[in-house]
């Protein structure tokens, strides 16, 4: 089975994210998009007072670099992703902000970065739909790519080989083979995409790395 891409976006500023939901409606019905609080992560996206009145494609992912994520997927119903993710750890219950996302009609991914216990969330890991390895730190783009998330593709592999594993940030045409070859079998994209205003050289790019 062939790799999925999606582009992500992680965006402070409302006619930004919706110049680039326009932009990635040219290429693919599917958007990857980051939504943080300033308090789990330092960075705050746009409000999503503000995300209700925008176009989205047909397939939505939503990252949630939040606290209190429960609350989160209640108040973006609106959007009806199809997968929702979230961080251990921001919740009195992982397995329960599982079970609230999957009872809202979306797939669960659990993300992990670079350097996670898997140990630790083994209950959480069990229970969700999908997992995502960060091989950065959550809510900053243009990070650099961390070796370690590769062994912790293979492990997550070793320990639920029927669930799907994503990899969020750091991915470009030379970081995205290795993940494959490690597993891995949703990939994002986000800054490579946006670094040159040639948006569709890059997702070909992206695409033909997607086969070596």
């Known amino acids: ?3 999925e891409l999606i582009p992500s976006l992680l965006e402070e500023n409302l006619s930004q994210l919706t110049k680039r939901l326009k932009a990635i409606s040219e290429i693919t019905d599917w958007v990857h998009l980051d939504v943080c609080d300033g308090s789990f992560v330092p960075t705050t996206t746009v409000v999503i007072e503000d995300l209700r009145a925008l176009a989205y494609p047909k397939n939505v992912e939503l990252h949630l670099m939040v606290n209190n994520p429960q609350q989160i997927v209640a108040d973006m119903g609106f959007i009806h992703a199809k997968r929702i993710v979230f961080h251990p750890g921001t919740a009195d219950s992982d397995t329960q902000v599982i079970r609230t996302i999957q009872q809202a009609g979306a797939k669960a991914g659990l993300a992990l ?4 216990d898997t140990k630790s969330v083994e209950d959480a890991l069990f229970a969700a ?3 995502v390895v960060m091989p950065i730190h959550a809510g900053r783009q243009g990070q650099q790519f961390h070796q370690e998330a590769l062994e912790l593709i ?3 592999r070793a320990l639920v080989p029927n669930t799907p594993v994503e990899v969020d940030g750091a991915m470009n045409p030379e970081t995205i ?3 494959i070859g490690s597993g891995a079998s949703i990939i994002n994209v986000g800054s490579y995409l946006w670094s040159t205003p040639e948006l569709k050289d ?3 790019e992206c695409q ?3 086969q070596k």
């Open 177 to 179: 083979p290795s993940v």
């Open 154 to 156: 293979q492990k997550i």
């Open 202 to 204: 890059r997702w070909r």
């Open 1 to 3: 089975m062939s790799a």
């Open 208 to 210: 033909i790395a997607l």
């Open 113 to 116: 970065e670079y350097m996670a």
């Open 129 to 131: 739909d999908f997992i």
